[in-house]
């Protein structure tokens, strides 16, 4: 707790390293998907983005629109969702009218997700035995 007073006393006098800034805003855990999406600058709305999302019974953790452009020049957002699997969140955001370009589950970065997967595959192996 103490630490992260820390990290929030340093973020506002504008003390912490461009990388500890960017944890801090978007820190790193399980079961999160980031996903890029394009969206023309006419129709971009954090609401309709958030109804998208919260309409597969998910939680928008960050919305952000970045330095980013798809190769037709529409801007990109970056949302952060608490689903290890984005595929629910992408169609939804489809049928609103979003496009999205780029999709990455944080725990398959994992070493430790990649291990229980090995692990639970090696069971299921012996059992088919």
Known sequence: MNSNRN???KFISGTLDAEDRLQAVLPVSDEVTELL?????????????????E???????ALAVTAMYAPDGRPVALLRIAAANGDAVERSLARYGY???????SQDE???FQRAVDRANELLHLLEL
Do not use: T
Not at 37 to 53: C, E, L, R, T
């Open 7 to 9: 990290i929030l006393s």
């Open 99 to 105: 496009e999205v370009i780029h999709a990455r589950p």
């Open 55 to 61: 309409d597969c019974d998910v939680q928008l953790l």
């Open 110 to 112: 994992s070493p430790e």
């Open 37 to 53: 999406v394009a969206v023309n600058p006419g129709d971009y709305a954090a609401s309709a983005i958030a109804k998208a999302v």
